[in-house]
DNA sequence: TTGGCAAAACTGGTCTGACCAGTTGGTAAT
DNA sequence: ATTACCAACTGGTCAGACCAGTTTTGCCAA
C-alpha cells in the first residue's frame, strides 16, 4: 500500500484511539516527516487524506487540528428526550439496565482482549479508587470505572453509544449505588463483583470478563426490582450534576 | 482557500454532475496540473482528498477511478463523527457489527417477549417485503425488519440508541447486502436466518430468538470479514439515501 | 521597568525537477 | 505467430527552494 495512505490509517488509529484529544494541534509537518522518515510531501498527502475524511482539519501558518467531530467528544449533552422519561418512568432505569447488560459485557469482553498497557492502567486506577469515596453521594468513580472498560474495548461505535447514554448512565449508577450501597451485604457483592471483573479484564480472559460484566448489570438490575418489591421506595435521584 | 481543496470540491463537483460516470478514468495527475495551470504536488492532494472522502480510487501505474458508488449526496442526516469514519474505515463497520451483535440479539429477545398483535402484524408484513425486491439495490427492507423487530421489545432505550445509529445501520446493512447478496449461498443462509428469527419471535420464544438474532448478525461480521480475506473488495457504499 | 514594534522562527502552501516503480503496448528477434 | 524486451505511459517518493500566514523573541524607546 502507498505510504501516505499507510500513514494516514495509523495517524486516525492514533487519534480513535484517544492518542491524540479532539482540538489538540498535531505535530508540523516538518516534524512529522522526520520522525517517520518520509518526505513531507507525503506527510501532506497523508494529511489531506484525514481532511477529506474530516478526521482533521487544517489551518495555514497555525498547523493541524483533530475535528472536534471526532471521537469520544465531551459535550453531547444530548439525550434528548430520554433524560425527562426517567424521571416518573422508573421503567427507564431498567430499560437502560437491559440494554447495559448487553454493552457491557461486549465492552469487558473486548476490553480483555484488547486493551493496551495504557488501558490497563487506566482500568486500575480507576478500580483503586472505588471504595476511597462517600458512596452515597457519589456515583462517578463507579461510572469511571466502567467508562474506563468501555474505552478500553477500542470499538469507536461502542464508545460512542455509551457515551451517548453518558448521562442516563450516571443517573442510574447513581440510582444504584444510593439504593444498593447502604445494605452492606449487596455492598460486598457489588464490590466482589467489581474485583472479579477487574482481575478477569487483567487477566485477558474475555469469556470471563464478558460473563462478570453481564452478571454484575444483571444483579444490579434485579436489585433494584427485589428491593422495589419489598416496597421500599427507590430513592429517585435527579439531574443535580454539577 | 487552499488550491488544492477547491480543486478537490471542483472535480468533485464535475463527478458528481455526471460530468465523470463511476469507473471512468480520471485524467493523469500530469495533465490535470497541466490543465489546470498548478503544480502536480496540488493535484496529487487534490486527488488524496477525494480518496479520503472515497470519492475516488487510485492504481499505481494504471491511474485515478470514479470510485464505483458516488453519492449524487442529498443532505446530511448527520449521526455526527460516525458517518465520516466510515468512509475509508472499514473497521466501523465491524465495530458496528460486534454492537449489532448485543442489541439485536437483546432486541429480538425482548420482542419474542412482549411484542403486542399488533407488532407482530408489523413484523410479519416487513417480513413478507424481505424478497420481494431487488436485493442489490436495496437495503431499506432488511432494515425495516430488524426495524420492526426493534420496535416490538418496548425498550425505549434499545429503541433510542439503535435509532441514533440508524443511518450507519444503513449503511452497513447496504453494505452487507450489496456484498452478500450477490452470492447464492449467502443469500439462502441469511434468507433462512431471517425465516428462523421471524418463527421464533411469533412463537414467542425469546431464548430462540436472542441466540438467532445474534448468530445471524454474527454471519453477517464473519462473512464480511472472510470476503474481505479472499482478497475481494469489499464493496464500499457511501451516503445515498433517498 | 514597561510598552510596543520589528525581526526571527515557527506554521502550512506551492513549485520544480528529478528519480523510482508498476502497467501497457508495440516492436524486434526468434 | 510467438516471445522477449524496451519505451512510454501511469502513479509514488524525494529534495530543496520559496511564498504566505502566525507566534515568539528580543530589543529599543518611553
Redesign the pocket.
Known sequence: M???QEISFRLEQLILDGGLAPEQKMP????LATRLG??R??I??ALHELQGRGVIE???????FVSQIVSTNEEHTDDGPLLHMFNGHPRTLYDLLEVREQLEGQAAYLAAKRATPQDLHRITKAFSKLDQTDPLTNAKPDHNFHQAIVEASHNPVLVHVLNGLKNLMLLTVQASVANLNPREEMRNKITTQHRRLYQAIMARKPESAKRLATAHVRFVNESMKEIERQGTKIIRVSLDRA
Chains 1, 2 share one sequence.
Open positions: 502507498a505510504i501516505a508540523s509537518e516538518r516534524q518520509v518526505s510531501a507525503v501532506r498527502e487544517t489551518r495555514h501558518g497555525k498547523g493541524s
